[in-house]
C-alpha cells in the first residue's frame, strides 16, 4: 500500500518498517508500501503495537484478522494502494475471495474479493495463488477489492492462459528422487533409514502406518526439515487435520513450509473445506509445473470428516464407515503423481491404526493398496524408546529402482536380504548402530560391502606362521591386495629362520600358483566389526566364496577344503556347491573353536587346567550354537555332578553357555575395528593336523549331513573323525528332548540363511 504518513519521527517511521511497511526514503510524505501477507504472518503482540502506534482504539479487544483489517483501513484512509496476495476460493455465485493460509483458509474480514470479470478474464480457478494490488471498501462493502492482478501461481498472468488442466495432465511413477538425507546429522537418523528402505520420489504417494504414540510428529517434521534443507526448490504444504492446538504450534515452529490446520474442535466440515483447498492450490501450482509436496497428519481423521458430513447412502460398512465416505478423500490421496513434461505433487499421508478404532481399521484397508510407497511404525519399537521406530522389513517403495542410482540399488537390496533374518527390533537398531559409524549413506554402503580380501583383517597370516612353525608343509598364501601376501610371506619366512623352520613360503595374487595343493584353508571375506553378527556378512562373503571356490575346482580339485569365513555354515555350503568337490572333502571349522572356548571358561569356573576340561558344542556356528553342558567333563567328572557338589551355580553354568554362543562377538566389540584371528587358526591347524597325519581326531566341525541327525542337505557343527580321507565318519551322539529342540532351531536358522543365497 502506497501510505502518506506525516510525521518528523523517525523513530516512528523506523517502527513502521520492523512492522512490515516498507518506506522509500525516511521524509515527510514518502511513499510508504504495506504487504498484507506480511501483516498476517506477525505476532499479534507486533498487530497490537503497530495498530497502537496508528492510535486505533481498543486494540486489546481484537481478534489478530481484526487487528490485520483495521490496521489495512486506517493505513489507506491515508492515502495509498496495498499489495495483496491468497488462495482463490470461487463462490457458486461466481465471485470469488483470497483466503490466506496464515489463518488456514478461514473466511475473514481481511479476506480479498474478486469479481467474475476478474475470474474469467485471467482464467482463474479455485486454488490459484493470486498477487495483485486491493484497496479498502468503499461505503456499503465488508472486503478489500482487487484491483489488479500481479501475479498468478509466482508467474506473470498471461501464463495461465496456457496451462494444461490438471486432470489432462499425464501421471508418470517417480522418477527425481527427494533427497532427504541431511549429511552430518547425527541427532536425527530417521531421513537416512527412509532413503535406505523406502525412497520418497517427486510425485511420490506414501504411507506412513502409524500406532498411537510411535513418533509419526516428530518424523514429520524431520522429512519437512529434509525437504526444505536439500529441496529448496519444492513448494512444501503441511497440512495437520483434527489436530491438538499444542501440536499446531509444534509444527509451525518446527517446520520453514507452510502449514496450515484444522484443530478438534472444529466441525468435520471445517477439515473439509481446509483439505479442498489445500489440494487445489497444490494442482495449481503443478499446472505451472511446480514441484509440490504435501505433509497430511492424518490422512484417517480426513475420512472420519467425510463419513460425518457425506449424506448417507443407505449403505453402510463394518465400523460405521458410509459405502460412498471414502471415494472423496481418496480422491485427494490419488492426486499426487509425477507429471510428464514437468511438475510434481507428493503426498506423504500417516494413517492410524491400532488405536481401537473399528473406523480407523477399515479407512486404514481401503487405502493401503492405494499408495506406492509405506513406511510403518512399529509401537515394540517405540516401547523401547528406539526412534525412529520404523519396521524396516515391512517399509519399501515400488519402483524404487527408477529413484535409486545403479551403483546403490544392488547395495540396498543386499542390505534388505541381510536384515530380512533378523527380528524387527533388532533389524532398526543394527541399522541405527551401522548409521551411527557414518556420516552419509553412501559412505555407510561404501563400508558395508567391500568386496577387498584383506589379509590383514584375516586369519592367513597367523595360519600361514603357524604352519611354518610347524613344518607341516610348505605354504601358498593368497591375497586379491597386491604386494600383501608377498610382504607377509617375507615376514613369516625371515621369522622361520629364527625359529629354525624350513618351510617353504609363497605369496601371490595369482590362483594358478595354488594349482595341486594338498589343503587349502579359506579365510577370505569380510571381517566382523563390531555391531556385525556372522550372519551380517553373508551376501557379501558369499560371492567371494563363490569366486575361490571356482579356482579351487580349477587348480586343485583334490585338495582338502578348511573353510573358516563367516557365516561359517553357509560359507562351507557354497563352497561344496560351486567346488563340486566331494564333501567329505569340504569341512568347516565351527565346532573346535566354539568347544575350546567352552573348555576355557569352563576352566576358569573350576579353576583347573584347561587340559582337564573335556565338552563340544553342537549345531550352527552362529548366535544358536549348543554347548553341551551334559556331555562335558572335567577330568572324566560329568560337569553337572560338580555343580551338585556345590563347586558353582545352574545360573553360572548358563551365563558360560551364553557366554560362548557370543565369544566371538565379545572379541570383536573389543577390538572395535577387527575380529578372532589366533583361536579360529590354531583351530583350523588342529583340523590341519588330523588329516594331514591322519591322526582321526574325533572333532567339532561344519560337515555334510545326508540324514544324520534328522538332517540332510546342510552343514552344521557335529563331532567328525578327520582322517586322511578328509571327514571320514560323523559321529552320532544321544540328544535328550531339550537339546533335540535347540539343535533343531540351530539347524533351522542355517537353513534360512542358505536360502538368502
Not at 540 to 564: G, L, Q, R
Not at 666 to 680: D, N, R, W
Request: glycine share 8%; aromatic share 6%; proline share 4%.
Amino acid at each position: 500500500m502506497t501510505q502518506n504518513i506525516v510525521t518528523d519521527n523517525k523513530e516512528l517511521l523506523d517502527k513502521y518498517q520492523d512492522n512490515g511497511i516498507k518506506h522509500n526514503n525516511f521524509a515527510k510524505n514518502d511513499a510508504i508500501t504495506v504487504n498484507l501477507k506480511q501483516l498476517k504472518r506477525k505476532l499479534p503482540e507486533e498487530l497490537q503495537l503497530q495498530a497502537e502506534s496508528l492510535n486505533i482504539e481498543n486494540v486489546s479487544s481484537l481478534l489478530k484478522q481484526e487487528l490485520v483489517f483495521a490496521i489495512l483501513k486506517k493505513s489507506v484512509e491515508q492515502g495509498g494502494l496495498i499489495l495483496g496476495e491468497g488462495v482463490l476460493e470461487i463462490l457458486p455465485d461466481g465471485f470469488g475471495f483470497l483466503r490466506s493460509p496464515e489463518v488456514n483458509y478461514l473466511a475473514g474480514p481481511d479476506d480479498i474479493y474478486i469479481s467474475p470479470s476478474q475470474i474469467r478474464r485471467f482464467g482463474l480457478r479455485t486454488g490459484d495463488t493470486v498477487q495483485g494490488q486491493i484497496r479498502a471498501p468503499k461505503p456499503g462493502e465488508r472486503y478489500f477489492a482487487l484491483l489488479k492482478v500481479n501475479k498468478v501461481n509466482f508467474e506473470e498472468p498471461f501464463k495461465a492462459y496456457h496451462r494444461v488442466h490438471f486432470d489432462n495432465l499425464t501421471p508418470l511413477y517417480p522418477e527425481e528422487k527427494l533427497c532427504l538425507e541431511i549429511e552430518n546429522n547425527s541427532k536425527d537418523l530417521s531421513t537416512r533409514i527412509i532413503e535406505l528402505v523406502a525412497p520418497m520420489g517427486k510425485g511420490q504417494r506414501a504411507l506412513i502406518v502409524a500406532p498411537p504414540r510411535t513418533g509419526k510428529t516428530v518424523l514429520l517434521q524431520n522429512i519437512a526439515h529434509a525437504i526444505t534443507t536439500n529441496n529448496p526448490e519444492v513448494f512444501l504444504i503441511v497440512l495437520l487435520i483434527d489436530e491438538r492446538p499444542e501440536e499446531v504450534t509444534d509444527m509451525q515452529r518446527s517446520v520453514q513450509g507452510e502449514v496450515v490446520s484444522s484443530t478438534f474442535d472444529e466441525p468435520a466440515s471445517r477439515h473439509i473445506q481446509l483439505a479442498e483447498m489445500v489440494i487445489e492450490k497444490a494442482k495449481r501450482l503443478v499446472e505451472h509445473k511446480r514441484d509440490v509436496v504435501i505433509l497430511v497428519d492424518a490422512i484417517t481423521r480426513l475420512a472420519r470428516a467425510y463419513n460425518t458430513v457425506i449424506p448417507s447412502s443407505g449403505k453402510v460398512l463394518t465400523g460405521g464407515v458410509d459405502a460412498n465416505a471414502l471415494q472423496r478423500p481418496k480422491r485427494f490421496f490419488g492426486a499426487a503423481r509425477n507429471i510428464e513434461n514437468g511438475g510434481s505433487l507428493t503426498i506423504i499421508g500417516t494413517a492410524l491404526v491400532d488405536t481401537g478404532s473399528r473406523m480407523d481399521e477399515v479407512i486404514f484397508e481401503e487405502f493401503k493398496g492405494t499408495g506406492n510407497s509405506e513406511i510403518v511404525l512399529d509401537r515394540k519399537i517405540a516401547d523401547k524408546r528406539i526412534y525412529p521406530a520404523i519396521d524396516i522389513t515391512k517399509s519399501g517403495t515400488r519402483k524404487e529402482e527408477l529413484l535409486v542410482n545403479e551403483a546403490i540399488l544392488p547395495k540396498m537390496w543386499v542390505l534388505r536380504r541381510i536384515i530380512n533374518p533378523m527380528g524387527t527390533i533388532d533389524a532398526v537398531e543394527f541399522l541405527l548402530d551401522k548409521l551411527k559409524n557414518t556420516k552419509t549413506n553412501t559412505e555407510f554402503f561404501d563400508s558395508m560391502n567391500s568386496n577387498r580380501i584383506n589379509s590383514n583383517k584375516t586369519n592367513g597370516g597367523v595360519l600361514a606362521h603357524l604352519i611354518s612353525l610347524k613344518e607341516l608343509g610348505d605354504v601358498v598364501m593368497f591375497d586379491v591386495a597386491e604386494g600383501l601376501p608377498q610382504g607377509k610371506t617375507l615376514d613369516i619366512s625371515q621369522a622361520g629362520a629364527i625359529s629354525g623352520s624350513d618351510a617353504q613360503l609363497i605369496g601371490t595374487n595369482d590362483y594358478q600358483t595354488i594349482e595341486d595343493s594338498d589343503v587349502i584353508i579359506v579365510t577370505a571375506g569380510l571381517p566382523r566389526k563390531a555391531g556385525m553378527s556372522r550372519d551380517d556378512l553373508i551376501n557379501v562373503n558369499s560371492n567371494i566364496i563363490k569366486t575361490v571356490a571356482a579356482n579351487i575346482k580349477k587348480y586343485a580339485p583334490e585338495a582338502f577344503v578348511i573353510v573358516i569365513t563367516n557365516p561359517l555354515d553357509v560359507m562351507v555350503y557354497v563352497m561344496l556347491k560351486e567346488s563340486g568337490l566331494p564333501h567329505n572333502m569340504v569341512v568347516g571349522m565351527a565346532g573346535v573353536l566354539d568347544s575350546s572356548r567352552f573348555n576355557l571358561f569352563l576352566a576358569n569356573e573350576f579353576d583347573v587346567s584347561v587340559e582337564n576340561v573335556s565338552s563340544f558344542v553342537l549345531g550352527g556356528h552362529g548366535d544358536l550354537m549348543v554347548p553341551l553342558i551334559r556331555y562335558s567333563t572335567i577330568n572324566g567328572i560329568p560337569v553337572l555332578d560338580l555343580v551338585a557338589l556345590g563347586w558353582s551355580t545352574k545360573e553360572r553354568i548358563e551365563a558360560i553357555i551364553e557366554r560362548t554362543r557370543n565369544g566371538g562377538g565379545e572379541i570383536v566389540s573389543l577390538l572395535k575395528t577387527g575380529s578372532a584371528y589366533f583361536a579360529p587358526a590354531t583351530s583350523a591347524i588342529e583340523m590341519l593336523e588330523s588329516y594331514l597325519k591322519d591322526k582321526r581326531k574325533i572333532l567339532g566341525c561344519a560337515a555334510y549331513l545326508q540324514g544324520e541327525y534328522g538332517v540332510k542337505d546342510c552343514y552344521v557343527g557335529v563331532p567328525v573323525i578327520i582322517g586322511k580321507n578328509g571327514v571320514e565318519k560323523i559321529v552320532e551322539i544321544t540328544l535328550n528332548d531339550e537339546e533335540k529342540i535347540l539343535f533343531n532351531q540351530s539347524v533351522l536358522g542355517v537353513k534360512k540363511l542358505i536360502e538368502l543365497i
